[in-house]
């Protein structure tokens, strides 16, 4: 359990550094991942041996969606179980991190393009706990979550993440948590442990967004849904695709771009991440 005590050594702020930090979009996938010992689970936890150790991580999840922009700025935000239907361990998990209002009020100050709430009520959602408790056990880390505002399409929040980069600069590991392709209207559950099975426009949309990424051609994706019906088969609602433009928006001139758990689950969802740097 964090102490008060150690979360203060966070508190006077976080002064730049030579080497940038680098920058992660997550599928995350099912809240299942945040218990069980899976190949997901098990890389988000070697993805925190290959990376230098953030002084903090900020974390744009699929699963805050709010009008207007907030970010979390307590000193110990709770762990929430946001979903259902799952077995009593997943609610029982409690991941302590401290949070940082320091580092949440200058954050909210970088992004001068959008008006932020310090936000003392929401807290870390399954798009957050469930992959960072792998990488960060300890839960020693303060850990911050920046809300998606619904209002706004793709372009601004690409254009948002730019605003961020000075975090980069910091020590801040910033997450993307969604999932590229993500239609659980379609999912065939029936399929959930053949991650070799795809349907046709999933596995499709995952190689063309894989292929896009790699090129640094990112304006198709900003405008994903003129690349045809497969997209919008791909991404039939935004909350999980938009955290996504987050990670692409922060790349730097000089950053390397890698994939990693790049399976397909129940057909219609990947677990597609992207490492920058």
Do not use: C
């Amino acid at each position: 359990m964090t102490t008060l005590s150690a979360f203060n050594r966070f508190t006077s702020g976080l002064a730049e550094q030579e080497a940038l930090m680098p920058v992660l979009f997550v599928g995350h996938g099912s809240p299942m991942n945040g218990i069980e010992d899976t190949e997901f689970s098990r890389r988000w936890i070697q993805m925190a041996g290959e990376t230098p150790t953030p002084k903090a991580v900020l974390v744009v999840s699929a699963h805050w969606f709010t009008k207007g922009t907030k970010i979390t700025a307590m000193d110990f935000p709770e762990t929430i179980h946001d979903f259902g239907g799952f077995p009593k361990e997943l609610f029982a998990v409690q991941y302590p991190a401290p949070g940082n209002p320091v580092l949440a009020k200058e954050t909210a100050e970088l992004l001068h393009s959008a008006h932020v709430e310090l936000d003392h009520d929401w807290g870390l959602d399954h798009g957050t706990w469930t992959v960072v408790r792998h990488m960060y056990p300890d839960a020693n880390i303060p850990v911050l979550q920046l809300s998606i505002d619904y209002t706004k399409g793709p372009q601004y929040h690409y254009d948002l993440a730019k605003e961020l980069y000075a975090l980069r600069k910091k020590g801040v590991l910033i997450i993307g948590s969604g999932n590229m392709v993500h239609n659980l209207r379609m999912a065939a559950w029936d399929k959930l442990n053949d991650q070799q099975y795809g349907y046709d426009w999933a596995l499709q949309m995952n190689d063309k967004f894989k292929q896009l990424i790699a090129d640094g051609d990112y304006n198709p994706l900003i405008n994903y849904q003129t690349i045809g019906k497969e997209a919008l088969l791909a991404v039939p609602t935004p909350e999980h695709y938009l955290p996504l433009m987050y990670t692409l928006g922060l790349k730097g001139s000089n950053d390397t771009t890698s994939f990693f758990n790049d399976k397909t689950v129940a057909g219609s969802l990947t677990m597609t991440s992207v490492k920058l740097g």
